[in-house]
């Protein structure tokens, strides 16, 4: 027997970005290229409102979509990382890479290396190429300097001391003029990007404490306001962490969100949160996935895929990371199919692009799936529904746009006609 579909007709979206420097402007140009694809594909209608910055913390865009038979007003916030990001990448090297070596000793020398290859080798090696890649930049420095120093003591006839100057500054100007291509392939994105997490996952005091109390308390409000059917939080790869201790905190602040007002949703996709809490000391991020996996008031879904390198793909992000409960209510898991979303065309060009396929999991593919992003926060099928049910969910769309998912999107169009008479 087919599973009755629930109708949304109002959305409000909470969306926490991993650890990625382009913000709101970039994220929501994203956002607009899969949005037109996304009509194309879904067939119906509506309007993409233009980016407003509210704060230097909140940015928000509207969605206005419909079908022939349904319509959905989705309000999309987007939290705003980007300055802090922006900081922590921008400090001097000399305060990023000791850090950066800092945090793969300690994973070395805690076991932490050890358990994330076993939950995913795959992750296991990317991380361990950003590593290299940054010794490599380091290794290409020091020989610079070192073949200039030799060169000048043994051909330029300089003594000692001024050789080992003409080395130094040598090595110095040559690390400089890797920095470009190292920014080109993310080796300080990535290697800057641990180190915080590690501390965030500890629950020692990080740069992202106060956007997530600030965060967490929109989204208390929202609830308690009752304006929206579904509030959904959003995280994507580290945000995966980050909307986890936004939605722990959130609960926190109302012991009984989810049980009044909107219905609450934590969506994580391609989430490396396993990463942070295999870490022995990361004992605070452990007690907030124990938190969320306990509470049956609010839905944690976590979206994962085997195309994806960049995410866990096999464990269960609760029991595997440490976290043991007798009375267990989160997450549903959902496998995604990256490939399913796109013709065979597309998915080829992805092939030799490991973060272009995590990326994919807030894209709209080029032909319909399962799985879709764009469709999860602008269509009527509430979040929950289609991850229990996926593909019977995507059928319940027809070739026109009509949702016929149950007989009350009838009742919910005749709802929104009445209306726009008013």
Same mark, same amino acid.
């Given at each position: 027997?087919?599973?009755?579909?629930?109708?949304?007709?109002?959305?409000?979206?909470?969306?926490?970005?991993?650890?990625?420097?382009?913000?709101?402007?970039?994220?929501? %140009?994203?956002?607009?290229?899969?949005?037109?694809?996304?009509?194309?594909?879904?067939?119906?209608?509506?309007?993409?409102?233009?980016?407003?910055?509210?704060?230097?913390?909140?940015?928000?865009?509207?969605?206005?979509?419909?079908?022939?038979?349904?319509?959905?007003?989705?309000?999309?916030?987007?939290? &705003?990382?980007?300055?802090?990001?922006?900081?922590?990448?921008?400090?001097?090297?000399?305060?990023?890479?000791?850090?950066?070596?800092?945090?793969?000793?300690? %994973?070395?020398? !805690?076991?932490? !290396?050890?358990?994330?290859? &076993?939950?995913?080798?795959?992750?296991?090696?990317?991380?361990?190429?950003?590593?290299?890649?940054?010794?490599?930049?380091?290794?290409?420095?020091?020989?610079?300097?070192?073949?200039?120093?030799?060169?000048?003591?043994?051909?330029?006839?300089?003594?000692?001391?001024?050789?080992?100057?003409?080395?130094?500054?040598?090595?110095?100007?040559?690390?400089?003029?890797?920095?470009?291509?190292? %920014?080109?392939?993310?080796?300080?994105?990535?290697?800057?990007?641990?180190?915080?997490?590690?501390?965030?996952?500890?629950?020692?005091?990080?740069?992202?404490?106060?956007?997530?109390?600030?965060?967490?308390?929109?989204?208390?409000?929202?609830?308690?306001?009752?304006?929206?059917?579904?509030?959904?939080?959003?995280?994507?790869?580290?945000?995966?962490?980050?909307?986890?201790?936004?939605?722990?905190?959130?609960?926190?602040?109302?012991?009984?969100?989810? &049980?009044?007002?909107?219905?609450?949703?934590?969506?994580?996709?391609?989430?490396?949160?396993?990463?942070?809490?295999? %870490?022995?000391?990361?004992?605070?991020? &452990?007690?907030?996935?124990?938190?969320?996996?306990?509470?049956?008031?609010? !839905?944690?879904?976590?979206?994962?895929?085997?195309?994806?390198?960049?995410?866990?793909?096999?464990?269960?992000?609760?029991?595997?990371?440490?976290?043991?409960?007798?009375?267990?209510?989160?997450?549903?898991?959902?496998?995604?199919?990256?490939?399913?979303?796109?013709?065979?065309?597309?998915?080829?060009?992805?092939?030799?692009?490991?973060?272009?396929?995590?990326?994919?999991?807030?894209?709209?593919?080029?032909?319909?799936?399962?799985?879709?992003?764009?469709?999860?926060?602008?269509?009527?099928?509430?979040?929950?529904?289609?991850?229990?049910?996926?593909?019977?969910?995507?059928?319940?769309?027809?070739?026109?746009?009509?949702?016929?998912?149950?007989?009350?999107?009838?009742?919910?169009?005749?709802?929104?006609?009445?209306?726009?008479?008013?």
């Amino acid at each position: 027997m087919a599973a009755s579909v629930s109708v949304i007709r109002r959305r409000h979206v909470f969306y926490v970005a991993g650890y990625d420097p382009r913000g709101a402007a970039g994220y929501y %140009d994203l956002f607009r290229r899969s949005w037109s694809r996304c009509r194309g594909v879904w067939h119906f209608a509506g309007t993409l409102g233009e980016l407003e910055l509210d704060s230097d913390l909140i940015a928000h865009w509207d969605i206005e979509a419909a079908g022939p038979n349904w319509r959905v007003a989705t309000r999309y916030e987007f939290l &705003r990382l980007e300055a802090i990001i922006g900081a922590n990448m921008a400090q001097p090297l000399w305060r990023q890479v000791p850090r950066a070596i800092a945090w793969a000793a300690s %994973d070395l020398v !805690t076991g932490t !290396t050890m358990r994330i290859y &076993r939950a995913s080798w795959r992750f296991g090696l990317h991380l361990l190429y950003f590593q290299l890649l940054l010794w490599l930049w380091l290794a290409l420095a020091l020989a610079a300097g070192c073949m200039a120093g030799l060169a000048a003591a043994r051909f330029g006839g300089l003594p000692a001391g001024a050789a080992l100057a003409v080395g130094g500054g040598s090595g110095i100007a040559c690390f400089w003029l890797l920095r470009p291509l190292a %920014d080109r392939w993310q080796v300080l994105q990535i290697n800057s990007c641990w180190p915080y997490l590690r501390r965030l996952a500890r629950g020692l005091p990080t740069a992202f404490d106060a956007p997530i109390d600030s965060y967490a308390a929109r989204i208390v409000d929202a609830a308690r306001a009752n304006q929206a059917d579904e509030i959904v939080v959003v995280g994507h790869s580290a945000g995966g962490i980050t909307s986890l201790a936004v939605a722990a905190r959130a609960l926190e602040l109302d012991p009984n969100l989810g &049980r009044h007002g909107s219905r609450v949703v934590l969506l994580t996709l391609g989430s490396v949160m396993p990463a942070a809490a295999l %870490d022995p000391a990361a004992g605070r991020l &452990r007690d907030m996935v124990r938190r969320i996996a306990a509470e049956p008031s609010l !839905t944690w879904i976590d979206c994962r895929s085997k195309k994806d390198h960049l995410n866990f793909w096999q464990i269960d992000p609760v029991e595997d990371v440490g976290v043991k409960l007798a009375a267990r209510h989160n997450p549903l898991i959902w496998p995604v199919s990256i490939k399913e979303m796109l013709s065979p065309k597309s998915y080829a060009r992805l092939k030799w692009s490991p973060f272009r396929r995590h990326y994919q999991f807030i894209m709209s593919g080029d032909q319909r799936a399962h799985y879709d992003y764009l469709m999860l926060v602008v269509g009527p099928a509430a979040l929950a529904q289609w991850a229990s049910h996926p593909g019977q969910t995507a059928a319940a769309f027809g070739p026109d746009g009509a949702f016929t998912g149950e007989a009350g999107a009838g009742r919910m169009a005749a709802d929104a006609l009445a209306q726009d008479r008013i």
